[in-house]
């Protein structure tokens, strides 16, 4: 089954603890993404990944990594989370066109709590 | 970045009515794409629109692009309980790897 999964889906963690989520999908996609969505604010892109090692900035960047090392995963790094990146997290993937992003598929989220 | 708007924000209808919602955008896209959201969970593609499209079906869903305008409609007929969403729509500019959300649609179908 084709599907974007991430682990965990429920995280509660303390200011400061370095977490990973991490991310994979199995459509051979080029394009990653991860996004945060906030009550009023919609979804906000983190990160993004072209293709392996190929890694660009999105909307909030600030207080996260990433990595890509393989084509299927692409795991969200806070090496010292704060009570404001409490949010519920999505990672995406999809095919990439020159001429834009196509169809995303959603992994089902992580509910992250920042104590 | 770029960013959709939903309009309206919230929308309450019986079951078997229509369901209207409008997005604007404010540059040049490649395609327009539209999203739903059960409460909580991951995002389900619905309609992917391109620039040199006018109109799109899919099942109970159309979805019409007006570029000159800048704006988007999804129109979902004869709704039911399942319908009870938040609904987005997400623009793909030419040439620009990201993908712009706007900030949704609540639409609550009373059985």
């Known amino acids: 089954e084709a599907q974007v999964t991430q682990n965990p889906r429920y995280l509660i963690t303390v200011t400061g603890k370095k977490l990973t989520v991490t991310c994979s999908q199995n459509?051979?996609?080029?394009?990653m993404s991860w996004y945060r969505q906030d009550p009023g604010l919609g979804l906000r892109q983190i990160y993004y990944?072209?293709?392996?090692?190929?890694?660009d900035k999105g909307d909030v960047p600030e207080g996260y990594k990433v990595s890509r090392k393989e084509k299927r995963n692409f795991p969200l790094i806070l090496e010292s989370p704060s009570p404001n990146q409490t949010s519920l997290y999505f990672c995406a993937s999809s095919l990439s066109r020159t001429s834009g992003i196509e169809t995303q598929y959603f992994g089902p989220g992580t509910r992250l709590l920042v104590l | 970045s770029q960013q959709g708007e939903e309009d309206p924000q919230a929308l309450s209808i019986q079951e078997g009515e229509n369901a209207t919602m409008n997005c604007s955008y404010k540059?040049?896209?490649?395609?327009l794409q539209w999203y739903r959201q059960n409460s909580g969970r991951g995002l389900v593609h619905l309609i992917l629109i391109r620039s040199n499209e006018r109109e799109k079906h899919s099942g109970r869903l159309r979805v019409t692009l007006d570029t000159s305008k800048k704006s988007s409609s999804l129109l979902i007929t004869a709704s039911r309980a399942a319908d009870t969403a938040s609904y987005f729509c997400?623009?793909?500019?030419?040439?620009?790897?990201?993908?712009?959300f706007g900030k949704g649609n609540q639409v609550v179908v009373i059985p």
């Open positions: 459509m051979n996609h080029e394009y």
């Open positions: 540059t040049s896209i490649n395609n």
């Open positions: 990944s072209m293709n392996v090692e190929v890694t």
């Open positions: 997400a623009t793909a500019d030419y040439g620009n790897n990201r993908l712009a």
